[in-house]
């Protein structure tokens, strides 16, 4: 039989004893992978080793995939109303909240957050998320339609049945309950695969879809990597539609994989380079500090992240100040999640620090300056730190203006007009999310409006509301969570057209 693990939390944050299953969750049950494989978890903290979980392989899909499509067809989908759909969510969230310390804590040591903006960013958050989407569960209805007096047509939002989720590292529980809430509210059956670098939430997430109620098959929890699990869960006959977030390389194999097995719906949120636009007319003070949550957020390991700051010239040098005085707060305030007072943890991994530092040394052979950060913070820790890092003097052209770095690391770029701010914001193929800085609200609406984004914030960065839905444009991803609208894409609408008079 699978194993535990029991992490013993004794810190300035937390103390207690966490135990987290470490195999697979199928049909409601934890086994081990069939062909074996397991996974290294590593506290990005300290680089050290924390914990070995299961992998699974494509066996395992498929049997997770058969649990999911024998629940469908028997005990949940159409089986189950949506009041009673709504009653387990609602249990799920009780029991979540009853251990939102439990799990800030296990998030914080798996992903180097800080905990207090795990506990009260992340978890909230996906406390929030399956709330919301609990109350939606018996409101998922269509429409009567009239067509003429011989006819009753209506239409019916009918869930797909088994659905492949795959979530990212950066944010884990967080999109867990973006994917699993709205999946759930609607009466689909889930395969869910966490991201091989974080799985500890998940697991430990797992033991709650027990306790609350859930018919076994219904949510299905396989730790696994990419290539091995998710391709298998992409490719898979009997998936009726697969989710992802992740980076926009993954997800065009991800929409090969269902285009060229069973022609599965694929709704994707991508990767992002966002651009921050401020204007001389804004709340400089404000615009400086939100720019610097735009970026720095989760340390940088955001897709909606704004790595591109475009400042008008005539506040340009007054922002570069203020905004080096933030970066400088922020570098002092890094250091252990589980510190108090710290702002700024470490990179995930040692191939996501890796890949920043190749960034920062590409800005600088390409003619960039760097104004400020650049390092690792505290080798001596172990750890995978990273200073909140500043560029100025950048070109369009350069690879930390136009690529995805996914990190703490700032590209500034001055611009005169507002035509001029407007083309170099859309100058990219990503689309995911802007920010505007003006306190001239014709303006900043206008901006919002002409700027190639899923997503505008105006006169913030990084605030987002579990109402309001969420996807990009571009390169940035199809479809969109959160909200009325994720219930969309996982309900397919049939519509039904019944003769009540005429004859042939």
């Known amino acids: 039989m699978p194993g535990t693990y029991t992490h013993s939390f004794d810190t300035p ?19 081990d992978p069939v062909e074996g494989g397991s996974i290294e978890v590593i506290n990005p903290t300290t680089g050290k080793h924390i914990t070995t979980v299961s992998a699974a392989g494509p066996k395992d899909v498929d049997l997770a995939v058969d649990a999911a499509a024998k629940a469908f067809k028997t005990t949940w989908g159409l089986h189950t109303p949506g009041t ?62 009239e067509t003429n007096e011989h006819k009753l047509a209506y239409t019916r939002h009918e ?21 699993v809430g709205p999946a759930l509210a609607t009466g689909n059956t889930i395969v869910l695969k966490p991201s091989e670098l ?36 992409s490719e898979h006959q009997k998936i009726a539609k697969v989710a992802f977030t992740g980076s926009t390389l993954t997800g065009r194999k991800i929409m090969k994989a269902a285009a060229e097995s069973n022609l599965k719906v694929v709704t994707l949120e991508l990767g992002g380079k966002s651009p921050t636009v401020i204007f001389d007319d804004a709340d400089l003070d404000q615009a ?8 720095y957020f989760n340390m940088g390991q955001a897709c909606t992240a704004g790595s591109r700051i475009f400042v008008q010239e005539g506040v340009y040098d007054k922002f570069i100040d203020a905004f080096t005085g933030v970066t400088q707060y922020i570098t002092a305030k890094t250091g252990d999640p589980f510190s108090g007072g710290m702002e700024h943890g470490p990179q995930v991994s040692q191939v996501q620090f890796d890949r920043i530092m190749s960034y920062i040394e590409s800005g600088k052979s390409e003619g960039a300056t760097l ?39 700032a590209a500034v770029m001055k611009f005169k007009t507002e035509e001029e701010a407007i083309a170099l914001a859309n100058d990219t193929s990503y689309g ?73």
Not at 290 to 295: K, R, S
Not at 373 to 392: K, L, V
Not at 454 to 463: D, L, P, R, Y
């Open 288 to 295: 400086v500090k939100w720019a610097a949550h735009g970026i």
């Open 198 to 233: 974080t799985p500890l939430t998940a697991l430990k997430f797992a033991e709650l879809i027990v306790e609350a109620g859930f018919p076994p098959g219904v949510v299905n929890i396989l730790n696994g990597y990419g290539p091995v699990a998710g391709q298998a869960i």
């Open 371 to 409: 104004h400020i950060g650049g390092q690792q913070h505290d080798p001596a820790s172990g750890g995978y730190f990273i200073q909140p890092t500043i560029f100025t003097d950048c070109k369009p052209d350069m690879k930390i203006v136009k690529e995805e770095i996914f990190g703490p690391v």
């Open 432 to 504: 995911l999310a802007c920010h505007v800085f003006s306190m001239n609200i014709n303006r900043a609406i206008r901006v919002a409006h002409a700027l190639e984004a899923g997503t505008a914030w105006v006169n913030c960065a990084q605030s987002g509301d579990v109402a309001v839905p969420f996807g990009g444009y571009k390169q940035s991803g199809i479809g969109r969570e959160l909200g009325q609208y994720a219930l969309d894409v996982y309900t397919q609408v049939k519509a039904v057209q019944i003769n009540i008079g005429a004859r042939v």
């Open 84 to 145: 009673e759909r709504g009653r387990l969510l609602n249990k799920l969230c009780d029991l979540f909240e009853q251990r939102m310390d439990e799990f800030s804590a296990l998030e914080a040591l798996d992903t180097g957050k800080i905990f207090d903006k795990a506990r009260h960013i992340d978890i909230k958050l996906t406390l929030d998320v399956f709330r919301y989407y609990a109350g939606w569960a018996d409101k998922v209805q269509g429409k009567t339609i």
């Open 159 to 179: 869930p797909f049945g088994v659905c492949g989720q795959i979530i990212p590292w950066n944010f884990p529980l967080m999109m867990l309950s973006w994917k």
């Open 13 to 31: 944050r937390y103390k207690g004893d966490v135990t987290v299953h470490t195999g697979l969750f199928i049909n409601n049950e934890w086994v």
